[in-house]
């Protein structure tokens, strides 16, 4: 991949004296900002991953003002490449956030060469004393759209646009169809497999394929817009991934599922300026603000909106987990007793398709 | 339910294959010359961005169009100064263009990011597209998607009945021979190149103005490539690059629909690989028949011409 790497440093004077008083006079004396970095894998225009990553970046600064000193390196490959900017950025750095699952390897062979630098990697699995590791519950969005999906479907058939069958697709996938499965028994959930996670024009076709196939209601885990823009332009309807997708489907947008790191972005910042920073393996969901989800689009209808929301409290209240049994296979084998919940180890290798996925 | 899923599966791979064609049918062009340009890529994204910048601003299918067509060509010029006029090496000067149309586009493109225009419009023929089948399957797309067939024929009458054409090919098969009964190589293939560009710039403006009508960061995804091989699989000629483009999008689509019917046990990774399978396929059937020796490359392809002083 042609490798435009950019650099910027952002520093935002904001309301600095504003701030000191929460964040405690010893600290708000230091006259240096603590320095923080943050690499993406992708550009900061994808609308997607990197572009909600960079926007709780950018909430960062603007809350801690003068404190903290933030910038980014964008369109980073998942190569030798990563390697080479995490260890620049952890030369000049107190903290660095590597925000893509195959940054776990470079950033942890960097964080032996720096242990005083503080390091926090998103959506992979190894800690070090100083090196963290964060991920989001997004299977409890796609829940929410699932019961949506449901209710809203008159064929009782969704096409999924998927990327890869890894377990992060695959849970997203069940979570979906099991909770549109409890509205309507019936439901089907049909995949398609782009194998890409970005190409507009090939997702634009797995999307056109799944609606003549009898789909009324599209989800996506790809990373263009093409898919949402594909249901507006058919009249059916669409979930969003990653950012809200509104503009390019004003009628077709049902939901869409948002990422916002800020709360986390807050919290480890806070913890870092306090001293009381630790390693940690953090799972959040919607109820601590990590998943999120866009504005409802004018399909939805009062009692869908009252489902949707009932869901989204119990999953906040514990009440609900979107993997409770009984849980079945495709084949219809039993997987899940019923009243058990699936422990997350499980969750975080799930290979297999719950009843009514077509893949 | 098969006739029902036939119809819109065929449109698709109309759509599908058109950007792929437009990009072939000029690489084509550049390669009779004896230019490899490899630049396609680079090309086909700076007729993206362009078209869709001139489209937001504008309104204008036709400027847009345009637009793309000269973003591509003055991609191609540049090329042309570097391994023309300059002699540099035709392979690294094309991977150059590619490395810097994406990079030119990514710039341009930044404020377009999550912005949209009206695809184009479709060319209805009155009376002709209301038919039963033959409408939809022949008289309802937009206008790029007649332009493209229409050039791989004028294309292919070029090459062969036209004195141009001929000189064209003669540059292409012995640039000292052409040179030597007084035709000028470098302007020629300097045409031939700009005709390049202007097509791979239609190319990547199908793509951001008919195909999804969006601008995303590199989003031809490697079709600048599949246009390269394309020309390789056409065996240099312009019918077959048609044929190529076409089959090349259909087995795209079919598996994707494939996958949608259910009716098929196979892991979507091998579905995935079945357009490439089918292109190596392919390529060694044609390149084993008897009509091998008239399938050959241009003898000059890739290689430098200077004047002699």
């Given amino acids: 991949m042609a490798g435009l790497i950019e650099r910027r440093t952002l520093l935002t004077g904001a309301a600095a004296t504003g701030a000191a008083a929460a964040i405690g006079i010893g600290r708000a004396r230091a006259a240096a900002p603590m320095k923080i970095g943050f690499v993406y894998v992708g550009p900061v225009g994808d609308l997607g991953w990197s572009y909600q990553h960079d926007v709780a970046r950018k909430t960062l600064q603007e809350k801690y003002g003068d404190k903290i000193a933030t910038q980014f390196v964008e369109n980073v490959a998942e190569g030798p490449d990563a390697e080479r900017v995490i260890r620049e950025l952890a030369k000049v750095n107190a903290m660095v956030f590597a925000t893509s699952f195959g940054f776990m390897n470079p950033t942890e062979r960097v964080a032996k060469q720096f242990p005083k630098v503080k390091f926090e990697q998103a959506t992979g699995y190894k800690t070090r004393p100083n090196m963290a590791e964060y991920n989001a519950r997004f299977y409890e969005g796609r829940a929410v759209c699932g019961t949506m999906a449901g209710m809203l479907s008159k064929a009782g058939v969704a096409g999924y646009v998927a990327s890869f069958p890894i377990p992060e697709v695959v849970m997203g996938i069940n979570a979906f169809t099991l909770a549109a499965r409890k509205v309507n028994p019936n439901f089907k959930t049909k995949v398609i497999w782009a194998n890409t996670w970005f190409d507009p024009g090939r997702e634009s076709d797995a999307a056109k394929s799944l609606i003549d196939q009898g789909a009324d209601i599209l989800a996506q885990h790809t990373d263009s817009p093409a898919v949402m823009q594909t249901a507006e332009a058919r009249g059916v309807l669409a979930f969003g991934q990653s950012s809200d997708m509104r503009r390019f489907g004003p009628k077709a947008q049902v939901t869409s599922i948002v990422d916002n790191w800020a709360p986390y972005y807050i919290l480890r910042t806070q913890q870092a300026l306090d001293g009381t920073w630790k390693t940690d393996d953090v799972w959040w969901g919607i109820k601590e603000g990590m998943v999120e989800l866009a504005p409802y689009g004018p399909a939805v209808t009062d009692k869908v909106r009252a489902a949707a929301d009932e869901v989204k409290a119990g999953i906040v209240s514990g009440k609900i987990h979107p993997f409770t049994g009984p849980i079945k296979d495709q084949k219809g084998n039993l997987k899940l007793a019923a009243g058990a919940v699936m422990p997350d180890a499980d969750l975080l290798k799930i290979n297999w398709y719950v009843e009514g996925v077509q893949a | ?309």
């Fill in chain 2, 1 to 309: 339910m098969t006739g029902g899923v036939l119809i819109p599966l065929l449109q698709t791979v109309v759509t599908s294959a058109t950007p792929l064609l437009f990009a072939a049918l000029g690489e084509l062009v550049a390669e009779r010359s004896g230019v490899l340009n490899l630049g396609v890529e680079g090309m086909m994204l700076a007729g993206a961005v362009f078209g869709f910048a001139v489209m937001t601003a504008t309104g204008s299918d036709t400027l847009a169009l345009l637009a793309a067509a000269a973003a591509g060509t003055t991609l191609a010029l540049l090329f042309g100064v570097l391994a023309l006029t300059l002699a540099a090496s035709q392979v690294a000067t094309g991977l150059a263009l590619t490395i810097f149309g994406t990079g030119l586009s990514t710039l341009i493109g930044a404020r377009y990011t999550g912005r949209t225009v009206p695809p184009l419009p479709r060319l209805d023929v009155p009376g002709l597209s209301e038919l039963p089948v033959i409408g939809p399957l022949l008289f309802r797309y937009d206008a790029m998607v007649y332009l493209s067939v229409a050039s791989a024929f004028a294309i292919g009458w070029f090459l062969r009945r036209t004195r141009g054409g001929m000189v064209l090919r003669a540059v292409g098969e012995s640039d000292v021979s052409a040179h030597s009964i007084g035709h000028p190589v470098i302007r020629i293939r300097y045409l031939a190149v700009l005709f390049g560009g202007a097509m791979a710039g239609l190319g990547g403006a199908y793509l951001s103005l008919a195909y999804t009508p969006l601008w995303a960061e590199q989003m031809t995804a490697g079709r600048g490539w599949i246009a390269l091989a394309l020309v390789v699989f056409a065996a240099w000629r312009p019918g077959r690059a048609l044929m190529g483009a076409y089959l090349f999008g259909g087995i795209t689509v079919l598996q994707l629909y494939l996958q949608g019917s259910g009716l098929v046990a196979i892991p979507t990774q091998i579905l995935a690989m079945v357009p490439y399978i089918a292109t190596i396929v392919v390529l060694t059937v044609i390149s084993s028949a008897s009509a091998r020796s008239r399938l050959s490359a241009p003898a000059c392809l890739g290689k430098t011409f200077r004047v002699a002083t």
